[in-house]
């Protein structure tokens, strides 16, 4: 919000000079990003009269100004100054900035950028006329060619009559135009914030100064019509929340005075012609935008608020073509869409150089749905960013009868008395009782509730005690915030209030006090567990984004009814490979493996610790299921599908797994159908939950990739892990007695699994048996066909005595008999 020092005053005195009012307001909590001189680098520039103009006898382009500058000569006769220009908005009888010879002008110049200390003006000849000076565009005078008057925003800066009488004078002096803009960052819960009233008030809660409030009355308005001659307003949607149309006769176009001008332009915003500056002078006052229609543009003379059709094209001010749809607010005569409601006026209604006849509108619209349209159609204006914040629909009235009074006030209209007003249901202030006990325990301060109440009514709040005296620091006080402070809902806000107000700079400065002890989750401390043992055996841990594509779950084979393909689709993706949520980290453990391979990277071991997304598919429209998963991934010299079972396998025991499943898996695509393991751990009511998947990537999947090696990976999932997890460490005395293996080796068939063996000898175990361990798989020339060799190591063992020989030998017995019954596993002959 771009505040005009100069405009400020007219609404609060501030006694302070520009740098103490800054630190102060910055102090109470108004960020301020930068303030700057304007006027500054403007030296013996004058204000002076085109008497006369010849064409230049060498230069097609160029003419011969005679300059009337307010001198005379000792006839009484006015001197001239002569001055040859190019620019082609000048003519006989114009009011100009003149830069005689020895003046300095900001610049920019002739497209040269502007220099420190200005540029300095010389006498020279231009194809051979002398040239005293030079005339001066309201760019080369430091201004923003943005907010250059419309008139002028071409060529010479044009100034109005009423400078006629003042030739001569430095212009400096002549326009007043020495200022300072002061550049505010207002947030977006401080839309009262984006006016010049709105920062008067915070400059009088600030200083505590008086704030002299615009006047508003017409005093002569046209009583022989009423609005309702000229247009009726009808509303048919609830996204309006207040419309005001007010009439204007007899208008007459022409520029406005330059103290409107000058505020405008301090504002950033181009004078237009008087009707439209205006409505953006008042805009820029009271935060309400305001958009005034020619009468003759408004067939059947009716106003109608309502949504737009689907595909309906409409040509906004701007002259471009806008598609619309059904979502966004249009305001439409009897026949065709006038406006984009909130946003931007339509070419079809615009204010025309002969329009007699002004319809005022002054509405409130739904923020939330010219947020949208605005998005929708690309399309920020002035009046969007203050209606997508928020507009408090009690300033319509106020604001209108604002545009009719300066109407009045500048002689450029007849006002007809009255307006049409739809205003279904009116925004009322809502009252919030605030503990004063509360604040000064949150700011740590000891404030009365007499010194809180004297703050809240300095924000135009009404505010009373309703238990408790003035003198209390524990009172209760009832606030009635204005309607223009949308933020002031709750307690929490006017203890925000009270602490700017009271001053930042004067609050305690302590450390404060909690009893809370810090915690952390069981998923984090497991998540760290997991990087600390993984990184341990050797893998480095990488760190991809949430964000992937569909495609992502092509490349690695899953099927089209796979669970995986419940992704959550980004709304406003910023591209096709950023337009879901991922669901495995497995499309992104071989993005990295391919792009190391691609860099001849022999060896790499690598895993990610990240979220996943699942579409919710128990409530329609509710936040995805997320979950943290860990993928392993792992190609290069040594790697097999052993060395991912062991990974597995240790960081699964580290985690507090310990008696995990694992069982062959044959038809899941990302993986070789032949080594591939899905990882399981038993309920307490005998079910399977699923924890892992692992394997060496389908050949297919590896080469989607650019990878021609063996690719194994992993992926367990922490939600079941941590379900299950156990990590409690029971003491156990060390065995006092020796202990003894045995090593076997057993001819099984090809499809039995190690699992299923151990399963075998781990059943119904004896109390001397400890634990078996496998520990070789053999295929070759001394097995059969279809079979394998698979060797096993078991341990015996007892508390309370040394074993004898033939005690093992029964037990050892028992197991092999059980191999043989279950498995129709044999002793493999030496």
């Known amino acids: 919000m771009l505040v005009s020092w100069k405009w400020l005053h007219d609404y609060i005195s501030v006694d302070e000079d520009i740098v103490e009012y800054c630190n102060k307001m910055i102090m109470s909590g108004s960020n301020l990003e930068t303030c700057k001189k304007v006027g500054d680098g403007i030296e013996g520039v004058l204000v002076g009269k085109i008497e006369k103009i010849e064409k230049h006898p060498n230069a097609d382009k160029l003419v011969i100004c005679q300059l009337n500058l307010g001198s005379e000569n000792s006839a009484g006769d006015p001197e001239f100054t002569q001055i040859v220009t190019g620019a082609d908005n000048v003519f006989e009888g114009a009011i100009v900035p003149v830069a005689v010879s020895g003046s300095k002008i900001p610049g920019p110049l002739h497209g040269a950028p502007a220099k420190d200390g200005g540029v300095e003006i010389k006498s020279g000849e231009l194809r051979g006329v002398l040239s005293d000076g030079m005339l001066c565009s309201a760019t080369e005078l430091g201004f923003d060619d943005k907010v250059a008057p419309m008139a002028s925003k071409d060529g010479i800066w044009i100034l109005g009559d009423e400078f006629a009488d003042k030739l001569g004078l430095k212009l400096v002096d002549a326009l007043d135009i020495e200022d300072y803009t002061i550049d505010f960052e207002i947030t977006p819960n401080r839309p009262d914030c984006l006016s010049m009233i709105g920062m008067a008030r915070e400059t009088k809660a600030t200083f505590g100064k008086e704030l002299h409030m615009p006047e508003t009355d017409v005093k002569n ?89 689907n595909n309906e094209v ?92 300066l109407v009045e006030m500048l002689g450029v ?34 404030i009365t509730a007499g010194e809180m109440i004297e703050i ?60 809370t002890m810090p915690k952390v989750t069981e998923s984090w401390k497991l998540r760290k567990m997991a990087r ?146 899905r990882v399981s751990v038993k309920a307490e009511n005998g079910e399977e939950v699923e924890l892992a998947i692992m394997g060496q990537v389908h050949p297919d999947v590896a080469d989607n990739y650019g990878i021609d090696a063996e690719v194994y990976a992993a992926e367990l999932m922490l939600g079941p892990i941590e379900e299950f997890s156990n990590r409690e460490i029971k003491y156990k005395k060390p065995a006092k007695f020796p202990g003894t293996s045995r090593d076997i080796a057993l001819t099984v068939d090809e499809n039995i699994t190690a699992g299923e063996i151990m399963n075998v000898i781990e059943e119904d175990p004896d109390e001397i048996f400890k634990r078996a361990e496998i520990f070789d798989i053999y295929r070759g020339k001394q097995v059969d066909n279809n079979k394998k060799s698979v060797a096993i190591r078991l341990f015996y063992g007892h508390d309370e005595k040394t074993l004898k020989d033939e005690e093992v030998t029964t037990v050892h017995r028992t197991i092999l008999s059980r191999l043989a019954d279950k498995l129709n596993a044999s002793l493999r002959e030496q």
């Open 314 to 405: 409409f040509v906004t001010l701007d002259g471009k073509e806008r598609k619309l749809d059904s979502s966004m607010l249009m305001i439409k005569d009897a026949e065709k869409s006038i406006a984009i409601a909130g946003v931007m006026g339509g070419m079809n209604s615009e204010i025309e150089v002969d329009t007699k006849t002004v319809i005022l509108e002054s509405a409130c619209f739904n923020a939330d749905n010219v947020r949208a349209t605005s998005k929708k159609l690309g399309l920020r204006t002035e009046a969007s960013s203050r209606y997508e914040k928020g507009v408090d629909p009690n300033l319509a009235i106020t604001a209108a009868n604002r545009f009719c009074h």
């Open 413 to 446: 209209g007849n006002v007809v008395d009255g307006n049409v007003d739809v205003y279904r249901v009116p925004k009322v202030s809502k009252p919030v009782n605030v503990r004063a006990a509360r604040i000064n325990k949150v700011l740590g301060t000891e």
């Open 456 to 515: 809240f009514n300095s924000l135009e709040c009404d505010s009373k005690l309703i238990e408790g005296e003035a003198e209390d620091k524990d009172a209760v006080i009832c606030v009635y915030p204005p309607t223009v402070r949308q933020d002031l809902e709750a307690e929490v806000d006017f203890v925000e209030e009270v602490a700017r107000i009271y001053g930042y700079d004067n609050l305690p400065m302590e450390i404060p006090k909690s009893n």
């Open 532 to 677: 600390n043992t993984l990184t341990a055996i050797g893998m480095n841990e990488i760190q991809t984004i949430s964000f992937g594509s569909p495609s992502d779950l092509d490349k690695v084979n899953i099927d089209e009814d796979g669970i995986e393909r419940a992704f959550v689709k980004i709304i406003n993706p910023l591209g096709e490979d950023t337009s879901i949520l991922r669901t495995i980290l497995l499309p992104d453990m071989m993005q990295v493996l391919s792009l190391n391979y691609s860099r001849s990277i022999e060896r790499v071991q690598a895993f990610e610790i990240g979220t996943t997304f699942l579409k919710n598919f128990i409530e329609e429209g509710g936040l995805p299921y997320e979950d943290f998963n860990i993928c392993l991934g792992s190609y290069g010299e040594g790697e097999d599908f052993f060395k991912m079972k062991s990974r597995v396998e240790t960081l699964l025991f580290e985690l507090g797994i310990k008696n995990p499943i694992f069982e062959a898996e044959s038809e899941y695509a990302p993986y070789h159908p032949g080594r591939c393991a």
């Open 221 to 309: 308005a046209d009583s022989d019509s009423k609005p309702e001659d000229f247009v009726s307003v009808e509303v048919n949607s609830d996204d309006c929340l207040r419309y005001t149309a007010r009439v204007i006769k007899n208008v007459k176009m022409a520029q406005s005075p330059w103290w409107m001008q000058q505020r405008l332009m301090a504002a950033g915003m181009r004078p237009i012609n008087v009707i439209v500056d205006i409505t953006n002078f008042v805009m820029l006052e009271y935060g309400q935008p305001l958009h005034a229609f020619d009468v003759r543009s408004i067939e059947g003379g009716k106003i109608i608020v309502e949504h737009a059709e």
